[in-house]
């Protein structure tokens, strides 16, 4: 009896059977049809997708104004009883103006035992996909380096919405620079062992909180992360 692979191999010989030894792969372009989105939604039925997602996940999913921004982000770090928080440059001064929490820099000179010592870090994202509940960082500004949202236990991730937000991975991809050091994120770390029980903060913070920020109804946010 012949074997798995000389049966695929026999299949993919009938298929190449007529065409032309002279002929290469790049000759003929492949049409891909893809789905670029699974439907049509409105703004606010993919917000909702993505809370919806992220909150699948187990990250706890807030919504609010930019007006409600400061006293949300100060209010999350309190309840979480953070002293110190982690501050990106380029994060908007405003989102962490009613903080009480020591604020601390993302310095390049940072060790990890010095990260590990911080109670929370609060970043923007680069976009946020609604069908796969993920957000992702690029490192630009108010996200800071990969390292800070790995290491310490608690990671605050503001949202705009509905600029940052989009449907799926294709469309994420379009607005990604794939030379810049993308971290995708699914709801906080987790793992499990063998017997499928889960762990979470192994690899990275134990607990995620994604706030969804849209504008004031009468203007946008006062800065961009």
């Known amino acids: 009896m012949n074997s798995s692979r000389e049966r695929v191999l026999a299949r993919v010989r009938r298929a190449l059977a007529d ?22 939604r409105t703004v606010e039925e993919t917000t909702a997708l993505l809370a919806e997602n992220l909150a ?26 953070s002293r110190s928080v982690l ?19 993302d310095l390049a000179a940072s060790t990890p035992h010095e990260l590990d010592a911080v109670d929370s870090v609060v970043t923007g994202c680069a976009v946020a996909i609604a069908e796969t509940g993920t957000l992702v960082l690029d490192g630009g500004p108010g996200q800071g380096r990969r390292r800070i949202t790995l290491v310490p236990d608690h990671h605050i991730c503001v949202v ?32 499990s ?33």
């Open 160 to 191: 705009r919405v509905p600029e940052q937000v989009v449907d799926s991975v294709p469309l994420a991809l379009e607005r990604l620079d794939p030379t810049r050091p993308l971290t995708w994120i699914s709801g906080p770390s987790a793992t």
């Open 87 to 105: 501050v990106p440059p380029g994060l908007p001064a405003p989102w962490t103006a009613a903080c009480h929490a020591t604020r601390v820099d």
């Open 19 to 40: 065409v032309p030894r002279e002929e290469r792969p790049r000759d003929h372009r492949v049409e891909r049809g893809y789905l670029r989105a699974h439907g049509e």
């Open 193 to 225: 062992d063998i017997e499928l029980d889960r762990v979470e903060g192994v690899h990275g913070p134990r607990t995620l909180e994604v706030v969804l920020v849209e504008a004031d109804p009468a203007g946008a946010t006062d800065e961009n992360p």
């Open 56 to 81: 699948d996940y187990r990250a706890v999913v807030h919504r609010t104004r930019a007006s409600g921004l400061p006293d949300l982000i100060a209010r999350l770090l309190e309840r979480h009883g």
